[in-house]
């Protein structure tokens, strides 16, 4: 496997641990529904989450979370609405990104709730 989709899974699952400490039921990872994924879908309270990882392992060029395009965020809502409808669920969604930068120096995980909003 390439080096950057490792770091990425890695990633992933660094964040998994990080939602679950901090209160987080993770109801699905890795949820795919026509062109999007969404990395997380977690819950909290009466909440619905939808985590995107980002996972890099310098911020030289950007942080992690500048890498979420409008493009993606569209293919997020999509995929959190039919999860939600085909589920029937009565909850709030939001959604969050946890930006994590891991190299030889250590490993930052950062946490933005409410990162974007669905428009």
């Known amino acids: 496997m390439a080096k950057h989709l490792e770091l990425g899974k890695e990633g992933e699952k660094l964040a998994i641990g990080f939602l679950m400490k901090n209160g ?5 990872k890795n949820y795919r529904y026509l062109k999007s994924e969404i990395d997380i879908i977690a819950r909290k309270d009466n909440t619905i989450v939808v985590v995107e990882v980002k996972t890099r392992s310098t911020p030289e060029f950007g942080n992690p979370q500048d890498f979420v395009k409008p493009k993606q965020i569209q293919l997020l809502v999509k995929a959190i609405d039919y999860y939600v409808i085909s589920n ?12 994590i930068i ?3 120096l250590g490993t ?11 428009f």
């Open 88 to 99: 029937n669920l009565d909850v709030e969604i939001r959604f969050d990104i946890v930006a």
């Open 108 to 118: 930052r995980i950062e946490h933005l709730e409410d990162a974007f909003y669905h």
């Open 24 to 28: 987080y039921d993770i109801l699905e």
């Open 102 to 104: 891991k190299n030889k």
